[in-house]
């Protein structure tokens, strides 16, 4: 994965974004991580970044994380979803929106094949 430097006050392109989460994500040992590029498919946001834990707790951690390390480089959320029940959280960065599953709700809900006709970048750790 591409190394971002953090740049104080620095504007962050959408990619940039969507790379600095999922790296987070792959910090707490998520599963299947992939990038969507929504730009040609959606007018509501350039990228989704689709991952999962294998338990409840799990979710939770990888959505602290990336959380936690947005905030470094002084990236807020705009929106955030589920993290009480920590099953399906979706997190929403405008250009960027973060779905953590847990490995039954990402089965169910398949969104790589919902958006199958987004180009996807595979995220390997």
Not at 6 to 32: M, N, P, V
Request: glycine share 2%.
């Amino acid at each position: 994965m591409a190394d971002i430097k953090k740049t104080k006050k620095k504007k962050y392109t959408s990619h940039e974004i969507a790379h600095l989460i999922s790296q987070a994500a792959d910090s707490k040992k998520a599963e299947d991580i992939v990038i969507l590029d929504m730009k040609k498919v959606a007018d509501f946001t350039d990228y989704f970044v689709i991952c999962h834990g294998t338990s409840n707790m799990q979710v939770k951690a990888i959505c602290d994380a990336i959380e936690e390390t947005l905030l470094k480089y002084d990236i807020k959320y705009w929106h955030r979803e589920g993290y009480e029940n920590q099953q399906w959280i979706l997190l929403d960065y405008i250009d960027v929106v973060c779905h953590i599953f847990n490995q039954s709700k990402r089965s169910y809900y398949n969104l790589e094949k919902l958006w199958a006709d987004a180009d996807i970048e595979k995220i390997e750790s």
